[in-house]
């Protein structure tokens, strides 16, 4: 991937991550071609986490919230799934984010850190205390 | 252990969804192009088809636990 030192000022919409399109749908015309297909699954399942999620946090029940999470995760790990397929035949560009903002954000929130109610206890990038 | 209407309306509302996922996933199956993808939408149909089972599992159960008697699958 091509990064380009810029100013820390906003993102480089020259620079794009994603790959080149591997697979142009057949279809290409008023019918559902393979790329839609998926774009639908995909809007399902992000329709469906929600709803899940509303019935998980909302159940009397402890079963019935342990099931609401179990078919969330699923979900979490389909929706990965068909982003990572589409992704990968170059169905999904993304802009790539100034590495200069990147620098600048890691400075402002390890000194963030310094507003910490519970003490320093850990490093940044260090164990988490669970 | 007793169920409130919500739980009930959310199981049902849970099942719907969840048939017709594994539904559209199958025909989508069919109609896509692309051997791998097809298989993908399968996966997605199965694993629906799978939530189906286990919330209506979930709904005998607790029914069982709550005395009532229904036409219930087995586990």
Same mark, same amino acid.
């Given at each position: 991937?091509?990064?380009?030192?810029?100013?820390?000022?906003?993102?480089?919409?020259?620079?794009?991550?994603?790959?080149?399109?591997?697979?142009?749908?057949?279809?290409?015309?008023?019918?559902?071609?393979?790329?839609?297909?998926?774009?639908?699954?995909? $809007?399902?399942?992000? #329709? =469906?986490? %929600?709803?899940?999620?509303? @019935? *998980? !946090?909302? +159940?009397?029940?402890?079963?019935?919230?342990?099931?609401?999470?179990?078919?969330?995760?699923?979900?979490?790990?389909?929706?990965?799934?068909?982003? $990572?397929?589409?992704? #990968? =035949?170059? %169905?999904?560009?993304?802009? @790539? *984010? !100034?590495? +200069?903002?990147?620098?600048?954000?890691?400075?402002?929130?390890?000194?963030?850190?310094?507003?910490?109610?519970?003490?320093?206890?850990?490093?940044?990038?260090?164990?988490?205390?669970? | 252990?007793?169920?409130?209407?919500?739980?009930?309306?959310?199981?049902?509302?849970?099942?719907?969804?969840?048939?017709?996922?594994?539904?559209?996933?199958?025909?989508?199956?069919?109609?896509?192009?692309?051997?791998?993808?097809?298989?993908?939408?399968?996966?997605?149909?199965?694993?629906?088809?799978?939530?189906?089972?286990?919330?209506?599992?979930?709904?005998?159960?607790?029914?069982?636990?709550?005395?009532?008697?229904?036409?219930?699958?087995?586990?």
């Amino acid at each position: 991937m091509n990064m380009q030192q810029g100013g820390a000022s906003g993102p480089l919409p020259q620079v794009k991550i994603g790959l080149p399109e591997q697979k142009m749908p057949q279809v290409k015309g008023p019918q559902l071609n393979d790329r839609d297909i998926l774009n639908d699954i995909l $809007n399902d399942e992000k #329709n =469906l986490m %929600w709803s899940l999620g509303t @019935a *998980a !946090n909302e +159940a009397s029940v402890d079963s019935l919230s342990e099931a609401s999470f179990r078919a969330l995760t699923d979900i979490h790990r389909l929706q990965r799934q068909l982003y $990572n397929t589409m992704f #990968n =035949l170059g %169905w999904y560009s993304l802009d @790539a *984010a !100034n590495p +200069a903002v990147i620098q600048d954000d890691i400075k402002v929130f390890t000194n963030y850190r310094g507003q910490f109610p519970f003490g320093q206890g850990t490093a940044p990038g260090g164990q988490t205390l669970m | 252990m007793q169920l409130s209407t919500k739980d009930v309306t959310y199981l049902r509302d849970q099942m719907s969804w969840s048939l017709l996922m594994a539904k559209k996933c199958n025909h989508y199956a069919q109609q896509c192009q692309d051997t791998q993808l097809a298989q993908l939408c399968q996966q997605v149909g199965q694993t629906h088809q799978a939530h189906y089972d286990m919330f209506l599992n979930q709904l005998t159960n607790l029914a069982g636990q709550a005395g009532i008697q229904g036409g219930g699958q087995q586990a």
